[in-house]
């Protein structure tokens, strides 16, 4: 957990010395400051060492105050916590008339999930996986208003396969969520929101710990002993035909269980088809965690517009909701 070989790493990159305090408040952060000199550079060790960090404590956070004039949060990951750091602090400092900024990246992040999504070139196009719809019914909810084209895969495409009445096999569904997933397909059909579930799947059986190499399974059912693992060939096709037209993608969420190579085709067709529509001038931005890890794996990070930072963040943000850590700067 300790930040000291960050000092290392950032002094190397930045090609100026860093220095480090072993603590970041008391005697040693103070001191630390002290010895700075004008332009000097100073990491401090990692605040998460002191549980009054998430817990806002405000004395906790008054000590780190005292140590600056300005606050610039650059950690969009960790602006939907209100923890010392991301919301004590520049609270603290404001108090006493200091600016609290956004940083470059937490600038592009906001820009990207939130302006660019707020008025979206046409056609829209979200991409949503991953495991779970209680995870990110919110944020569908919210983009059913703005999409043209909801893309739907992963395990949470089963929930809404059992909303339909279809049989989802031994597939990792959520049985709680089926009346919530059928709202959001009313509420797409009466908004003429197209929404797409896979038409094929990649079943395969799990045991004793191992997968069975996965066949198409072209029906609306999914067997019994049977769990859906990916979207099939012909779904992968479909949605790739769908991101082609569109000028602004979001896509959250892998396709399948993508970790396992055998698993992995459907959503590095949906990678590709991002890949490619970026390259005819789509704006694409990828919603943060494991899309971003497909993305890096299959080579195409550098192909899309923008890649959050940000997992539980960028969700809440998608979300609609305002970010402790951004509501409570001074600059946005
Ligand atoms: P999330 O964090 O909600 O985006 O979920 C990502 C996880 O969902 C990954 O670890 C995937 O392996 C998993 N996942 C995607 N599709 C499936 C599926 N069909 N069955 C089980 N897990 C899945």
């Known amino acids: 957990m300790s930040l000291k070989p960050v000092a290392k790493k950032l002094s190397k990159i930045i090609e100026q010395p860093v220095a480090f305090a072993s603590d970041c408040v008391g005697e040693a952060a103070a001191s630390a400051v002290d010895n700075l000199k004008d332009g000097e550079i100073l990491l401090l060790e990692n605040v998460r060492y002191h549980a009054a960090e998430e817990m806002n404590d405000k004395d906790f956070s008054k000590q ?3 140590l600056a004039d300005v606050y610039v949060n650059d950690a969009f990951g960790a602006a939907h916590r209100a923890h010392a750091s991301t919301v004590g602090v520049p609270q603290e400092l404001s108090t006493r008339g200091g600016q609290g900024a956004a940083g470059l990246l ?52 089963y929930t809404f396969k059992l909303a339909g009445g279809f049989s989802v096999g031994d597939s990792l569904v959520e049985p709680d969520m089926t009346d919530i997933a059928q709202s959001a397909l009313d509420k797409a059909e009466a908004l003429g929101v197209e929404f797409l579930l896979p038409s094929d799947n990649l079943i395969s059986q799990h045991k004793n710990g191992t997968w069975a190499d996965p066949t198409v399974n072209t029906g609306n059912d999914i067997p019994d002993g049977d769990e859906g693992v990916d979207i099939g060939p012909a779904t992968g096709a479909r949605y790739a035909n769908a991101i082609a ?59 899309v517009t923008f890649m959050s930072t940000g997992g539980g963040a960028s969700l809440e943000f998608l979300e609609g909701k305002e970010l402790p850590g951004v509501a409570a700067l001074t600059d946005r």
């Open 245 to 303: 037209d569109a000028k602004t993608i979001l896509w959250n969420g892998p396709m399948g269980i993508f970790e396992d190579p055998r698993f992995a085709e459907g959503t590095l067709t949906v990678a590709r088809a991002v890949a490619a529509a970026t390259g005819a001038g789509a704006n694409s931005i990828i919603g943060g965690g494991d899309s971003v890890k497909a993305l890096n794996q299959s080579g195409l990070a550098d192909k």
């Open 64 to 66: 780190l105050a005292k």
């Open 106 to 157: 937490m600038e592009r992040e906001l820009q990207f999930l939130g302006e660019e999504l707020d008025d979206p070139s046409k056609p829209f196009v979200v991409i949503l996986g991953g495991a779970k719809v209680s995870d990110k019914i919110k944020v569908i909810d919210r983009l059913l208003e703005k999409a043209d084209t909801i893309l739907i895969g992963g395990a949470m495409a």
